[in-house]
């Protein structure tokens, strides 16, 4: 492996490229990988596959040092709320993702569909079972529509989340809670043989 100085290269987290920018070169990479025949796309796969242990190693390496120091557990706080950062860590396994971050991402799986028929959503908490969710964009008046929207949303949180057991809408004047990463949850998990990490 060669390591060249000089500042950060393209693409780095930190340069001037941007996530936006990020996100745009791996779609556009996966679009060419699909593009291959069966070899090829079984070769990209295991290179991406042989990266990922890589970098997962490296990150696991770097948060039990950060966590093994008064100030390093303070930086990690700090760097976990960078969303790449989160990412990167939660694909490496390090991270447990917390119920309102997986309640986020069940949300993001119905967004499609939500803003097919002019509307969205937005999680505003979750409290002893129940989210607390609002309806946004949906049509004023198309009271069908937007139940149709609400039992969409309902039915996602439900289906996926155990620990949620009632959904509730709010109103538009409701102050939605930021989802944030305690230290606590932030942590080393042993991967199993076929690289998953396991709790």
């Known amino acids: 492996m060669t390591v060249t100085g000089g500042g950060p290269r393209p693409g780095a987290v930190g340069s001037d490229e941007g996530f936006a920018a990020r996100a745009a070169r791996v779609d556009a990479a996966a679009q060419v990988v699909e593009a291959?025949?069966?070899?090829?796309?079984?070769?990209?796969?295991?290179?991406?596959?042989?990266?990922?242990?890589?970098?997962?190693?490296?990150?696991?390496?770097?948060?039990?040092?950060?966590?093994?120091?008064?100030?390093?557990?303070?930086?990690?706080?700090?760097?976990?709320?960078?969303p790449e950062v989160y990412a990167s860590l939660v694909k490496a396994g390090v991270v447990r993702p917390t119920l309102a971050m997986r309640a986020v991402q069940v949300l993001d799986g119905v967004r499609p569909y939500l803003r097919s028929h002019n509307g969205d959503v937005e999680l505003v908490r979750i409290d002893d079972g129940v989210a607390y969710v609002r309806l946004l964009g949906a049509c004023q008046g198309?009271?069908?529509?937007?139940?149709?929207?609400?039992?969409?949303?309902?039915?996602?949180?439900?289906?996926?989340?155990?620990?949620?057991?009632?959904?509730?809408?709010?109103?538009?004047?409701?102050?939605?809670?930021?989802?944030?990463?305690?230290?606590?949850?932030?942590?080393?998990?042993?991967?199993?043989?076929?690289g998953r990490a396991v709790s």
Not at 167 to 185: G, K, L, N, Q, R
């Open 36 to 82: 291959l025949n069966a070899d090829g796309r079984a070769a990209a796969a295991e290179l991406v596959a042989a990266v990922e242990a890589l970098h997962g190693a490296v990150l696991r390496a770097v948060v039990t040092r950060l966590r093994s120091d008064e100030h390093g557990r303070e930086l990690l706080y700090d760097i976990v709320e960078d």
């Open 142 to 194: 198309c009271g069908s529509s937007t139940a149709t929207l609400r039992d969409s949303v309902a039915e996602a949180l439900l289906t996926h989340l155990p620990e949620v057991r009632e959904v509730e809408e709010v109103p538009a004047d409701v102050v939605p809670v930021t989802a944030f990463v305690p230290v606590a949850s932030v942590g080393i998990r042993r991967s199993r043989a076929d």
